[in-house]
C-alpha cells in the first residue's frame, strides 16, 4: 500500500464559521487507512485562549483528531499566530504531537523543513517584536492566569486590532521575505520548505548556496480545504468543496 502524508494549514475554525469546521471533521472521518500522518502546520483555530476553553468548536475538533489519532494516524500540531497558546492538556486528551516552529522532516528522501509561516514575514517588524512578546513564558503564564471571560475578551480585541493593522500594511510587508526564506534554509541545509500563513498559496523556486529549493505555500481553508497530499510518486493538491 502506497503511504501518503498530508499538509494542511490555516483553516482559522470558530463558530462563526460553522461550515468550514464541518469540511474539517469530514475530512478526518474520511481518511483512509493510506495515509500515515497529518502535518498541520498552524492556525488550525481562528482563536485559542487556553485548553479549558469549551467554545464550539473545540471540543468537536479534539474528539474527532483523537478518533484518527487512536486508528494510529500520527497527527502533528505546529503553532500559529492564532492558537500559539494550545497546551499540554489538547495534546494529552489527542494524542496529537506538538511540533517546534521549525522542524525538519525526512519526507520520501528530501530533508525538508516545516514552519506556520509568520517567521517568514520578517518585514513586518511590528508583529515580529509582537511576535516575540507574546511567546515568552512570562507572557503566556500571565494570559492563561486570567478568568476565561476576560481572555475571551482580550482575544476579540486582539482579532479586531489584527484586521486594522493588516488593512494599513501593504501586502508585500505581510509576505514572505525571500533573504528570510533562503536564511532558513541554509540555517536547516534543507532542500524543500513548507509553510502557510500568508494565505497565497503557491510553488515557489529559491536558490540557496547554488542549489535549487522548492517551497510550498498552503492555502487558507476558505470557501474550501486544500490538503498537500505527498507519496512516493511525488505530490498532488486535493480541494474539498
Known amino acids: 500500500m502506497t503511504q501518503h502524508i498530508h499538509f494542511i494549514s490555516d483553516l482559522h475554525l470558530t463558530q462563526d ?26 492556525d488550525l483555530f481562528d482563536v485559542w485562549v487556553g485548553d479549558d476553553d469549551p467554545t464550539p468548536p473545540n471540543e468537536a475538533v479534539k474528539t474527532h483528531l483523537a478518533k484518527v489519532t487512536s486508528k494510529g494516524v500520527k497527527v502533528y500540531f505546529l503553532a ?4 500559539f497558546l494550545v497546551g499540554k492538556k489538547f495534546f494529552a486528551d489527542t494524542q496529537v504531537v506538538s511540533l ?11 530533508s525538508t523543513l516545516l514552519m506556520h509561516g509568520d517567521l ?7 508583529y515580529q517584536k509582537f511576535r516575540d512578546l507574546t511567546h515568552t513564558p512570562e507572557w503566556q503564564q500571565s494570559i492563561l492566569s486570567k478568568p476565561l471571560q476576560e481572555r475571551l475578551a482580550m482575544a476579540q480585541h486582539y482579532r479586531q486590532e489584527s484586521h486594522l493593522n493588516k488593512a494599513n500594511k501593504s501586502m508585500e510587508i505581510m509576505d514572505v521575505n525571500t533573504s528570510t526564506v533562503v536564511n532558513y534554509v541554509k540555517k536547516h541545509q534543507v532542500k524543500r520548505l513548507i509553510h502557510g500563513h500568508t494565505h497565497r498559496p503557491d510553488i515557489h523556486s529559491h536558490i540557496a548556496e547554488g542549489e ?6 498552503l492555502a487558507e481553508w476558505d470557501h474550501s480545504g486544500s490538503v498537500l ?13
Open 17 to 42: 464559521r460553522p461550515e468550514n469546521t464541518q469540511r474539517f471533521l469530514a475530512y478526518l472521518e474520511s481518511l483512509s487507512s493510506d495515509v500515515s500522518a497529518l502535518y498541520i502546520l498552524g
Open 80 to 83: 500559529g499566530n492564532r492558537d
Open 100 to 110: 517546534e516552529d521549525e522542524y525538519i522532516i525526512d519526507l520520501f528522501g528530501t
Open 120 to 126: 517568514l514575514c520578517s518585514d513586518d517588524v511590528e
Open 212 to 217: 535549487e529549493i522548492e517551497r510550498f505555500v
Open 229 to 241: 497530499d505527498w507519496s512516493e510518486d511525488g505530490y498532488q493538491l486535493i480541494e474539498l468543496s
